[in-house]
């Protein structure tokens, strides 16, 4: 995991993006800045089940796009949950860390391309 393979596929990411490092570098420093993890906790906790879908499913598309492969594994978690009427509890905290440590695997990928 020291490479950052399981949290970002940049080979496959940079294939999205017909090999231009510097559109990735970019989307990534967009992505960087989305607030979909933010919106789906806050729905989530407010036990509104149809808004935290519509956010955990734009987080799963924008990792699968960026191919942040943890963060999508775990955002289609989420979102399976959502549809089922219930998350479980430890899940949200699975979901942040993975995030925290994809925004951590970006800025090494920022660091080599940008």
């Known amino acids: 995991m020291a490479d950052g393979a399981v949290y970002i596929n940049i080979e496959e990411g ?8 510097g559109l ?22 407010a036990g509104d089940l149809e808004k935290a879908q519509t956010y955990a499913h734009t987080l799963k598309g924008l990792s699968a796009n960026l191919s942040l492969i943890e ?32 925004l951590v695997e970006i800025e090494k990928v920022i660091a080599k391309y940008g």
Do not use: H, W
Request: avoid cysteine; aromatic fraction near 4%; hydrophobic fraction near 40%.
């Open 14 to 21: 940079l294939k999205r993006v017909v090999n231009n490092a």
């Open 24 to 45: 990735y570098v970019r989307l990534l420093v967009k992505f960087k800045d989305d607030k979909n993890l933010n919106e789906l906790e806050t729905a989530l906790a």
């Open 71 to 102: 963060l999508q594994k775990q955002s289609l978690e989420v979102e399976s949950q959502i549809k089922l009427g219930s998350v479980k509890p430890d899940q949200v905290t699975i979901i942040k860390n993975v995030y925290t440590q994809t």
